[in-house]
C-alpha cells in the first residue's frame, strides 16, 4: 500500500500561497535607515531581499501555543475513498532536548459549526520531512481544504515552516501509467530534437566534426539552467559582457535540465498535459515557462532542408 501511494501514482502538489509582505518590508527598510543601523557597503536590493525572507518566515513561524491555518482551493482527489498526505518539515529557534516537536493538527473543512475536520496528535523529528496521511473525503465538494496547526505549549520553542518546502499538501490526480506516458513523451521530444540536429550537422560537417557538436549542444542543454543562473552572481562587468554574448545563445538551447522526467517519476508527482504542451510548443515569452523543444526541432530541421538544397552531391560528366 505504501508504494502504491509514493510511487505507482501520480500525485499534485499544492503549497500554500505567498504572504505579501511589500508594505512590512518597505517599513522595516524606512525604519533601519532613520535610525542609521543599515549595513555599510550592501546594496539595497540585498538588504531588501534579506528582510523579505524574514519576514516571510516569520509568517510560517508560531510560539508556544499559536496556531497556523492554511486554506487551500481546488483540491481535486480522484478517489475520495483514497487518502491525501500533509507533507511537512519543521526548524525550531531553540533544539528541544529529544530534537522532536509535539503538535496538533486539524485537517479538513473549518468553514462550518461544528469544523468537520481530522484530529491529528503528534510528536515529529525536527528537520525531517514528515507526511500526514488522511482521509481523502475530508475536502469539501468544492475543493476547500484547511490544513490547521497548534504550537502545543509542551515545546518551549518556537516551530518555522520553512517557506521553501516547510508544507505541501499531496494527493492523487492522476493514475501512474498515464503519468508514465506523459514522462516517455518528454524523453522522446529530446530524441526529436537530437535527430533533427543531427540531420542539420550533417548537412555542413564532417561526420565526426558533427557527432561533437551534437554532444556539446545536448551536454550544455542538460546544464543550460543552471548555466543561465549563474551568470546572476557575476560581477556586473563581467556579467554585461556574457549577458550579450554567450546568454542569448544558451537560451535558444533546449534546457533538459527544468523538464527532467526524474523530477516527476522518481518522487510520484503528477506531470500534467499542460507541463507538456509547454515543454513542446509553448515559447518562453508567454510567462508560462515553456520550452517550445518541438519548434526549435523543426526550425532546424527547416534549416538542413534549406542548406542541403544547395549542396551539389554530384556532377554529371559526359
Sequence with gaps: AQLDNEFYTARNSLIPAEVDVTQEVDEAYEKLKKSGRLPEGVP???????????????KRAAVPGQPLIWEFQNVKPLDLNQSLFIRFKYDVSVNPPDLQVYSRWAVGDDRQYPPDVEIFDRKD?????????VPANVVAEDGYLAVGFLNVPLNNTVVIFPPEDGLEVLYQADTFIANFIRAVLLILFRLIFLACLGILASTFLSFPVAILLCLVILFTATVSGFVIESFDFL???ISGVYSYTIKPIIRLLPQFDKFNP????????????????????FPPWWGCGGDMICIKAVLLLLLAVLIFSFREIARIII
Design 125 to 133: 523529528t525536527i528537520r525531517t520531512f514528515c507526511e500526514i496521511e
Design 44 to 58: 539595497r536590493e540585498k538588504i531588501i531581499a534579506r528582510l523579505t525572507e524574514d519576514r516571510k518566515a516569520w
Design 235 to 237: 560581477s556586473e562587468n
Design 262 to 281: 526524474n523530477t516527476f517519476l522518481v518522487p510520484a508527482r503528477l506531470l500534467s498535459w499542460s507541463e507538456v504542451a509547454k515543454v513542446a510548443v
